[in-house]
Each structure stands twice: as C-alpha cells, then as structure tokens.
C-alpha cells in the first residue's frame, strides 16, 4: 500500500500495535491547560521524592518540570499518541519554551484476578499490585534531579526557562489554567495520519520509507517530526534515522550543525544530543556555524548533500527509515532549499504542514500578508517526492524568543556533564583551567590551523587580524585528514589560516570556546564540553591515520555569561568603563571623547 493510500484508507481494521487503544475524546476538541484531575486521599499518595496517581479513564494530567514517569498499572497515553504500557520508565524533561506533556489513562478496570491470569503485573511486587486497587492505571512521578534550575541564577536572561522547585519536588502538577501554557494538542486526522506514518515506516521492505516535513516557522514541524519518531521507537525496536536541517532551534544537532543522528527508543521531554553524540557511529554532525539557512546559503546546501550522501551510503542500506526536519521557511531563498532537498532526497512522502486556515493558539498572531504571499499550491509546486499530504497546523505564540534558546543551547551543550541528564550550572566555566591546542607543530595532536568557511575577509597574511578573528569567539573543533588541507598564510606569530579541500573529509568533534592565543608559546586556549573522555575516545582513531585538529568558525558568539562574571564582583568594585561625564581623577579632570555620545557611532 503507498503512503498515500495508508493515510486515506478507512479505519476498519482491528486495533494494531500502531494506534493507541482509545484516546480521550475530551482531548481531541481542543487544547488542554491544566489537569482535569482531583486530588483525594483515595487517588493520591506523597512520598519524600515521589508522587502516586491513581487514575480512571476520564482523567489527563498536565506536570511540568522534570520526573521519572513510571506506569505501575495499567496503561496510558502521552499527548493522547504514544501508549507506555506498565512497568515502563521514562525520564522526562521540560523547559517553559516548549508545551508540556498531556499523560491520560486508557485501559478499562480489570479485577487484580483476571489480571494475575494474563500475567499482566506478574513482574511487579505484590505491594505495588495492591496499590489503589480502585483505579484503572495507577503512576508514579518521581524526582529528576539534573542541575538545570540552576541555569536561572547562572544566566538570569534564561530564568524562566526551566521550572524552580519550590517544594520537596522537582516537578509540578499544573491544577489551574496559566499564561500560555498549552499542552502538546493533535487533532483526531493528525493523530490518524502520524500512525499511518509509523505503520508505513515500520512495516518491513526493501526500501526504507523516508518522510520530510515542510512549513512556515511556528507551524510545529519539530513537534511533528519529533512525535513521528517517538511513535516509530516506541512501537518496535528498529531504529530510525532523523536529519535535521533546520539550523535556527534543533533538540537533534549541536549548535551551529545540522545533522542526521539514530534513534533507538523515544524521548518524551527534552533531548540532549550531546548526550551520545561521539558515542553513537552512525551519527553524522556538518559544522554549518550559523543560526540561519540564509547566511551561508552555499555551504548550507553543501552541508545538506554530505548528509544526504551519508544516510544513502551508510543508513538506507540498514533498511533505517529516515525524518526529515526542514527550516521554517517556504518562499524565496527558502524555496528554493526546499526544492534541491526534496530533489537530493526523493521522499516516500513530503507531509506539509499548511498555515492557512490553522489552529492558532493564545497569542498567536499570523503575518497579515502571510496567506495570501503563500498560497498552499505555490508553497508545493516543484516538489520532487511520491506522495503528499496536508495537515493543519497547529500555532502556538513563541514563549522564548529565538536569541534565548540559541542562548540556552549553548549554555546546557556546555555544561552537561557525563552523566544522561546532568547539568552544572553552579561552578563557573572560568574556574576550570583551559585546554591547551599547540600549532604550527608537526606533532599529530597539534592544530592545523583556522578555517574561515569562506568569510570574505583579509585575514591570511595579517598575524593581527588572525587574532581578533580567533580570540574570544565559539568554533568547531574538527578533524580532517592531513592531505585535504590548503595552506592561505604563511606566518609564524600565530596559527596558520588553511581551506578544507573536501569538506566531505571533516569529521565535526565538538564544539569550543577560544579564550585567547598565546603567540609566544604557540598554543591556544579553548574551553571544550565537560565531556573530555568522549572526545579523547572519539579523536584518537583519526589522529593515528594521519587526521589532524583544524577550527572552524563560524558566526562565533560566545555566551555573554561565560566570559564575564558580574555576580563575582562586590557592589563597590572598580572596574573600568566608559562615560561622557567628566570624573575626577588624580592630577586632574578627565574628560570623556566627544565621539562617544554621537548616536550614530556604533
């Protein structure tokens, strides 16, 4: 059957593995701001570090925070999709920028006898079995503890971005309606369609299916892609390849790639890609180095093929099914991405996810010209795939502009620790001596040089300006083998600026903050991810093959925090700064340049 046909076929055939057991009608109306559930002494138990459920199936809860989800009883749904049946576990993670989880009971009461007969909760202590025998489905959220509310007083720009504990919990339960919290909400034809979408790509072939997803910004193409993935893992056991094209705000890349990585089980919260980034060999990371399609549209494009080939060579012969997720950004320029991808790619199946006539959420405002510049038949025309579907989309308001999260996922890149789920936000990164990156040395660990990616600057034979370029400023550590680099300077102050040849050869590694060059010595200091035995483990294959360490820059912007530490200095610290009022000082009066206060100086 194609795709096109499964998603338009009746639902007359019986309940598969594929499709939940019975969703919440009440959910599929509209969106869900709070739980519509009671607390008693009946269905409801505190521990020190947990909180026990009971529920029936009229009850949906809505928590945010973070919690280990654990099903004791019974089965439920997540965000009236994804079905966890008992004595599954799954660590959850929320920030405010993103809609928290809708977690409802689906199974009908069945008696604790016919239930030891199927063996249901034959795995389970008999303690935890006479748990609240009056409910159909009872869970447990558990504490989490990750470090994260700490990122508010670390870089107080972000302190609305995570839940602060103001109790004995690391999670919250949202009882009464708040100022833009809505939770995830799919309509009764999306929920259709993203099953008919996992039945298709779980269903076994010889060629594997592969979906990309296309609309305008704030249409919830992440959301979409992310949920057809978790649906996908948590049906079988398969993997399923995700690439991620969409540079601007991505859970899957590193900041400032775009990459396609594997996934084995799904993630109901936040993910963390940096978590098995270097672990997992069939993840594939190109080091864009900007926040944008547009800004180096070139080497986007030649990013977009690497990967593309990468999957083709590597992952479509594994029979991995493949999601594609693609910038927000469907006219001009964008257009035109969207063209060369779907060529590159030749989908199973384009899903549009159109922004007319959409489900618009709080204070969601659409551009006023924004229909009629983008017409449905215009935005799809030329695109090269098997089938295509369209889906309404759902809009909800940006609750944390894009400068922030491009904040935040440097920050928590930065600070995350060994650990799946760790973060350290108390000790500051200035605390911790640099790593040391030695060049213009023939030795297999030293740095090639600096690649520009292109910039359009007279930086090559300026020993000076090679230092702005490179100090205080966030780059790519890569590797490239040794034959496919081409020498742009000659200068012994500082690193060498060197071309990657082929940059199909680069191997990203992670990413670096340049705190400064030591010209003198010859070595450069970099602050890398707190995962230093990853990167050592990933890196040593390549330096013995004649590979070596190159920087790549891109955009470059270091975190503000990371650098500066005002919360460090006392309230009558002197630390030098600019006026234009003239101040005393010894010998005489110092007047501020005139230059100053022009308002058009920048």
Known sequence: MSAYAALRAQDVRPKSPFEPPSPQSSL?????????????????????????????????????????????????????????????????????????????????????????????????????????????????????????????????????????????????????????????????????????????????????????????????????????????????????????????????????????????????????????????????????????????????????????????????????????????????LGKDFLLEITSLINPSLVVYLTHNDTISVGDFEAEEFESQDNPDDEVISGLTCKNLITLKATRIAPKVTPSLIKLHNRLTYFHHIESALKFDFVKHILFTPPTKLYFNRNSPESLAGICDLGFDLDIANSPEHILQFTETSLMGLCLVPTANTKMRSNNNLGPQVIECVHPEKVVFVCLCMVHSVNTRDGYINVYLPCFPQQISEFTSPYLENGYRFVLIRGEGEIPPVEILMPQLLSDDAAIPYATVEPKMRIGGIWKARKNLGRKNQK
């Open 28 to 332: 599929l109306e509209g969106f869900s701001s709070h739980s519509n559930f009671t607390r008693t002494l009946e269905n409801t138990i505190y521990t020190s570090t947990s909180i026990f459920l009971g529920l029936d199936t009229t009850n949906h809860i809505v928590a945010v925070g973070a919690y280990e989800l654990l099903v004791h009883r019974g089965r439920i749904l997540v965000n009236n999709l994804h079905e966890i049946k008992e004595g599954a576990v799954h660590p959850i993670v929320l920030c405010y920028s993103q809609s928290p989880l809708v977690i409802c009971a689906t199974q009908e009461y069945t008696s604790r006898a016919e239930r030891s007969k199927t063996g249901e909760n034959g795995h389970l202590e008999p303690k935890v079995n006479g748990l609240m025998p009056k409910f159909t489905t009872v869970i447990e959220l558990r504490n989490l503890s990750t470090g994260l509310p700490a990122l508010a007083q670390y870089c107080p720009l972000l302190k609305t971005m995570y839940y602060r504990p103001t109790s004995t919990y690391t999670f919250k339960l949202v009882m009464e309606p708040e100022d833009n919290l809505f939770a995830v909400f799919y309509t009764a034809h999306t929920i259709k369609s993203i099953n008919a979408l996992t039945k298709l790509s779980t269903t076994p072939t010889s060629t594997p299916e592969s979906v990309v997803v296309i609309g305008s910004k704030n249409c919830g193409k992440s959301t979409l892609g992310k949920s057809l993935l978790n649906n996908i893992t948590n049906t079988i056991n398969n993997p399923v390849a995700y690439m991620d094209l969409d540079p601007s705000n991505s859970e899957f890349s590193i900041p400032g790639t775009i990459s396609v990585t594997v996934h084995s089980e799904p993630t109901f919260g936040l993910h963390f890609c940096q978590t098995n980034a270097l672990k997992e060999r069939r993840n594939k990371f190109c080091y864009y180095g900007f926040n944008s399609a547009g800004d180096l549209p070139e080497h986007y494009m030649k990013c977009c093929r690497i990967l593309v080939e990468f999957y083709t060579l590597y992952l479509f012969p594994q029979g991995i099914p493949l999601i594609v997720n693609t910038p927000g950004w469907v006219r001009g």
